[in-house]
């Protein structure tokens, strides 16, 4: 199923079965517990994220050639660091150069996954039972703060606002049923800049969910960002920074296209 959710003509945010662009059967109850599809159909006013997210955790240093392109050793245990709830995102908005970054604002295609079914020290076999679903999301990161500006951690570089946008929409587990072999890439003003498959990660999905879970309880609504493959920016020759004006898309195979403009921030 294809899960969007949106703000309807009355301003109002509501969860549907999408049906077409700007369509979509309204669906009752909550996604991470019951729910139905009705055969209401409205009009989408505004695609929102997928979910506004407890937490999100990333992953980083989880794709073997963005490991080789940027002189990193493969890691012995996913890197784990997370984002601000401010950093969230929704289709079509802008991603905001923040004044204090200039220049140093990269790009991060992502396969985003979704938990739906709350848990704790989950075992790998279990892992998928509770996921609802996926979603594209962008890891936008300011590099110099990410490396020096936060104090040797990567949470302030990559918690600025908009620095996390997330859908089109929410692919349940139905539909795919294996999340590591999934075309993933990063077009920026119309040029491919990331092109890779997350067969590529180091740790995939189950490994990931089961490893975070660990003394962890995952809440339903958890974000999960598991990573970007080779192509970023700052290890291109010369380096590429996002800047006011671009326009950048991340696409996955079976869930569709994110695309954000990029504007300075006012």
Known sequence: ????????????????????????????????????????????EKLLAPVEPPTILCIGLNYRRHAEETGAAIPERPVLFIKA???????????????????????????????????????????????????????????RWQKEGG????????????????????????????????????????EIMQDSNTSDMIFDVPALVSFLSEGTTLLPGTVILTGTPQGVGFARNPPIFLKDGDQVTIEIERIGALTNPVQEEY
């Open 85 to 143: 709830a401010n950093a969230l995102n929704h289709p079509g908005d802008p991603i905001f150069i923040p004044k204090v970054a200039p220049g140093q604002v990269d790009y991060e295609c992502e396969l985003a996954v979704i938990v739906g079914k709350s848990g704790k020290n989950i075992e790998r076999r279990h892992a998928l039972d509770h996921v609802l679903g996926y979603t594209c999301a962008n890891d936008v990161s300011a590099r």
């Open 151 to 190: 104090g040797k951690q990567w949470c302030r570089g990559k918690s600025f606002d908009t620095f996390c946008p997330l859908g089109p929409r929410l692919v349940t587990t139905d539909e795919i049923s294996n999340p590591n072999a999934l075309r993933i890439k990063t077009t920026l003003n119309g």
């Open 1 to 44: 199923m294809k899960i969007v959710r949106f703000q309807d003509s009355a301003g109002d945010v509501r969860y549907g079965e999408q049906v077409d662009e700007w369509s979509a059967q309204l669906v009752e109850g909550n996604i991470f517990q019951t729910y139905q599809v009705t055969n209401c159909v409205v009009r989408i």
